[in-house]
């Protein structure tokens, strides 16, 4: 490690997409960033928890960044107003540790889902569903006047931390994965990143800090049907017509990610990102 390495604290080293990310950085170490990650079972470098506050985050020393992917997804007991308090406590403690940028881990959800064209970051955020509303006011808590400068970073799909991939590790011939099928004979079309590639992304931001915009899209250059990721990894799938309140298209423009990532022209090539998700995975 060099002297001046860019010391980055990491919030939520155990989460899927967190622990993918652990994987690949441990076996592929970025160049010029000193990772240092926070876990609350004490499986990371640093044990802290949103109950402990921000004095207790800035009490483990000084960072110049903070990359925040803990939070809170749905489920029946999930307390989603967390996704706030973690993102608040984050950026009272990178204030405190003099930090000169936080990329907060947000998610493309916060669009919501009525738009017939890729969501731009100069869309207003509509969010359809209490886990976007609660995401849409982690994103307000970041970037809150008075706070260290922060990037609220609108993810689209993580493959291998997403709900398709997450069926398909599950799926065989006697119960294979549903798939709504629309008008038009297509299925959903969504916008996905290779957890490496996502790795590579955030390299990238993190390196140049402060000159981010507050928000920004993150994703691979073009989207990706979901058929065509299940036929590609072989998984067994059977496909249903689309109830009336599915949406056939959700999709991120990416472009000003474009113009500060160069990507590999196979980044969004379905078999590319299984690849990807295979060698970072939980193995069963």
Request: glycine share 8%; aromatic share 4%; charged share 20%.
């Amino acid at each position: 490690m060099a002297t001046d390495d860019l010391r980055v604290l990491i919030l939520g080293g155990t989460g899927r997409v967190g622990r993918m990310l652990r994987r690949y950085w441990d076996a592929a170490p970025p160049r010029a960033l000193n990772l240092i990650w926070q876990a609350r079972d004490g499986s990371g470098d640093i044990q802290w928890d949103a109950a402990d506050g921000a004095d207790a985050l800035a009490a483990q020393g000084a960072f110049d960044r903070l990359l925040v992917l803990a939070g809170v997804t749905p489920s029946e007991e999930a307390d989603l107003d967390q996704n706030a308090v973690i993102a608040r406590a984050a950026m009272d403690a990178a204030e405190r540790m003099s930090a000169a940028h936080v990329l907060l881990a947000s998610s493309s959800a916060v669009y919501g889902t009525d738009s017939a064209r890729p969501f731009t970051e100069d869309d207003a955020p509509n969010p359809a569903t209490p886990y976007a509303k609660a995401k849409h006011e982690a994103e307000r808590a970041a970037l809150a006047p008075d706070t260290a400068p922060a990037c609220a970073m609108r993810i689209g799909n993580v493959l291998g931390a997403d709900a398709l991939m997450l069926n398909a590790a599950n799926a065989s011939d006697a119960h294979p994965v549903a798939l709504d099928q629309f008008s038009d004979g297509n299925g959903p079309l969504r916008s996905y990143i290779g957890p490496e590639t996502l790795a590579r992304v955030l390299e990238t931001l993190l390196r140049k800090g402060a000159a981010l915009p507050d928000v920004l899209n993150i994703g691979a250059p073009a989207p990706v049907a979901m058929q065509t990721l299940l036929e590609v990894s072989g998984t067994p799938y059977v496909t249903r017509p689309a109830p009336p309140d599915a949406v056939q298209n959700i999709t991120l423009d990416c472009t000003a990610l474009g113009r500060l990532h160069s990507f590999g022209d196979d980044a969004s090539d379905a078999a590319r990102m299984l690849d990807e998700c295979h060698r970072v995975r939980d193995r069963a």
